[in-house]
């Protein structure tokens, strides 16, 4: 069946990516927005190494984002186990084992109705009406795994199919060209996001905000869930202020700041920085926690490039405009003449209503 037009474009977007001057899991955001043009599901996930040395994961916005967490309790893993051949967090094995696109009966190590009576299922993805899903573990050219990413589909829709599976794996070497780490510049980045929370000095929550929320959610990833108690690295950093204000100079004061921490996954950088203020009571000691997420600035650019909806090689060409790249660089890079670039150049200002390429920047590059 040969592809539509919408379909066209969203693979030379896909290409276009592997061929940028950034990659990494911070990428996946754009990856899974054009997925969406070319396989029809629901919502998207990324698993991949984290740093802590067990696996991290990315979910597109969705209900299972208020329930991925329960994916990291020991049952539910012992669970999946038990009805799949390899676990997301048997990662080493899937490297190791899983090769090209694979559908939900590849993956099962039980017949679909034992899958329907786990805990796995019941926990994790009956919440959230997920039933069918596609799989693909990405590696380098060197054979080191690199993440896997996986695809559903609800109760409500079509079960994935022969066409889907091989989109999929048709799509590998550019996703694992995408999504292979690079080396991390938070200098080439943009503040996203910011918030703040406020606990005593012994961690417990004073006052909080969803946006809050949602960047501590982000920063310490789907294993760590919401609730009274804050992540276990921020309740160290509170014992080390107590510390400090007991053992350091008195000098600095009720108003030294905690040490600061930072943090990166495949949704960016994030900073956290804490100062001791007194309680809104008026009596004893609080803490407020600054909260703030950084981008990469391609990650940031994509997204308002991708709203411009502009015809593929003035896409691109604004890009590497953005991004500083001098005009005959761009004209190489692209395979095109000088007068050819300048062109294309002229004709993205005039779409644009811009001047120059500060302009361009500055409007590629507002915060959104």
């Not at 955001?29 to 991949?48: K, R, T, W």
């Not at 938070?186 to 000095?201: E, G």
């Not at 030294?256 to 203020?277: C, E, I, K, V, Y």
């Amino acid at each position: 069946m040969p592809l539509t037009r919408i379909q066209q474009r969203a693979i030379a977007r896909l290409q276009q990516m592997a061929c940028l001057d950034f990659n990494g899991p911070q990428l996946i955001e754009p990856v899974l927005h054009e997925l969406h043009y070319l396989i029809s599901f629901d919502s998207g996930a990324y698993f991949y190494p984290g740093g802590n040395g067990g696996m991290d994961a990315y979910l597109e916005p969705s209900m299972g984002r208020d329930t991925i967490h329960t994916y990291f309790d020991p049952q539910v893993m012992a669970s999946e186990r038990k009805v799949m051949r390899r676990s997301a967090h048997q990662f080493a094995d899937a490297v190791r084992f899983d090769h090209g696109a694979q559908g939900l009966e590849q993956l099962l190590a039980v017949p679909i109705s034992e899958l329907l009576r786990s805990d796995f299922y019941n926990v994790t993805l009956r919440p959230v009406e997920v039933f069918d899903l596609l799989s693909l573990v990405l590696r380098t050219p060197q054979g080191e795994g690199l993440g896997t990413i996986k695809l559903y589909r609800s109760m409500a829709s079509s079960r994935f199919g022969v066409r889907d599976l091989a989109m999929l794996g048709r799509l590998e070497p550019w996703l694992a060209r995408i999504l292979q780490p690079g080396e991390l510049d938070t200098q080439d980045s943009v503040v996203h996001d910011s918030a703040m929370l406020v606990t005593t000095p012994q961690g417990r929550l004073l006052w909080t905000s969803q946006k809050s929320n949602q960047l501590l959610a982000q920063a310490f990833g789907p294993s760590w869930h919401r609730r009274s108690e804050l992540p276990p690295a921020l309740q160290a950093l509170l014992q080390r202020l107590h510390f400090a204000g007991r053992h350091g100079d008195s000098r600095n004061g009720p108003a030294a700041a905690l040490p600061q921490l930072d943090l990166h996954n495949a949704s960016g950088w994030f900073s956290l920085r804490a100062t001791q203020m007194a309680a809104a009571a008026g009596e004893g000691q609080a803490v407020g926690i600054q909260i703030t997420h950084r981008v990469p600035r391609v990650a940031h650019l994509l997204p308002a490039l991708r709203a411009l909806s502009l015809p593929q090689r003035q896409h691109e060409l604004a890009y590497w405009l953005a991004r500083g790249l001098p005009e005959a660089q761009i004209a190489e890079r692209m395979g095109i003449s000088a007068n050819t670039a300048t062109y294309h150049r002229r004709q993205i200002y005039t779409r644009l209503g811009v001047q120059n390429r500060l302009e361009l920047q500055a409007r590629l590059l507002a915060p959104r």
